[in-house]
């Protein structure tokens, strides 16, 4: 019984430290990639900015050239080409803090997987 004990503490010191090992390395990627982040999240902003600034302009364009029959259409890609603009920016907020990175933790510690590697 004492055998079993021990290889099951040792087995659970080995995951825990293994767990520690991504913990780890989530921190050290975070910090290496995070000007690379950064910039893909300011052009996202830059991007978003130009996009609202030049929405006023641009409806009134569209409505000189054919009233509401041209308001409408062009209304329905703006909020398209906006919500789409607005997952973009979700998503890469979250990629600024490393979600990805932390989703792949907390899936190998639920999983008891490992990292493909050779």
Not at 22 to 32: H, K, P
């Amino acid at each position: 019984m004492r055998d079993r004990a021990r290889r099951a503490a040792l087995a659970g010191g080995r995951w825990l430290g293994g767990r520690a090992v991504d913990a780890w390395q989530w921190l050290a990627n975070l910090v290496r990639f995070l000007p690379a982040r950064g910039a893909r999240l300011t052009a996202t902003l830059r991007a978003g900015l130009v996009g609202t600034l030049l929405f006023a302009p641009g409806g009134l364009r569209a409505w000189r050239r054919g009233g509401r029959a041209e308001m409408l259409p062009w209304l329905h890609g703006r909020r398209r080409q906006g919500s789409l603009r607005l997952v973009q920016l979700l998503l890469q907020v979250l990629d600024l803090f490393g979600a990805p990175e932390i989703f792949a933790l907390v899936w190998r510690g639920l999983t008891r997987t490992s990292r493909l590697t050779a």
